[in-house]
């Protein structure tokens, strides 16, 4: 069996930056996913925010149906790598009824995810925490 170099998230990462991926943002068309997701690491910038936001993230915004959000908290530094589930508010099954397992990384000023495709092609999106202060 071949074994890959582990890779560090923190040193090669792509960037979600999006206004539209903001956890604020209730704006239509609600029709983004992440199903066409390349697996990776990929750090939040910009108008996204600067992470995911830690606290469930209403239906219809991050410009998707059912917005993701991290469940459980971020790393420290120390902890290294760490499994973390993010849930899916799908409205039926309330703030958790998707979810799936991505692995954080805290880099000291920052924060990378390893994030794969999701499972809904234009329903379930990655949010960032931008713009939590303007929920609309």
């Given at each position: 069996m071949l074994l890959?170099?582990?890779?560090?998230?923190?040193t090669n990462y792509k960037v979600l930056s999006e206004a539209d991926r903001?956890?604020?943002n209730a704006e239509s068309p609600h029709d983004k996913g992440d199903s066409g997701l390349e697996t990776g690491w990929y750090r939040f910038q910009g108008a996204a925010g600067d992470r995911m936001p830690e606290k469930c993230v209403l239906r219809y915004r991050c410009g998707t149906v059912y917005?993701?959000?991290?469940?459980?908290?971020?790393?420290?530094?120390?902890e290294g790598v760490v499994t973390r589930k993010v849930c899916?508010?799908?409205g039926y099954s309330g703030c958790c009824?998707?979810?799936?397992?991505?692995k954080v990384k805290n880099c000291s000023s920052?924060?990378?995810?390893?994030?794969?495709?999701?499972?809904w092609r234009y329903t379930e999106r990655y949010c960032g925490n931008g713009g939590a202060g303007k929920l609309h």
């Open positions: 890959l170099p582990e890779v560090d998230g923190c903001a956890q604020g917005s993701g959000w991290l469940k459980g908290p971020h790393p420290t530094v120390a899916y508010n799908n009824g998707r979810s799936n397992i991505i920052y924060y990378v995810y390893e994030l794969q495709r999701t499972a």
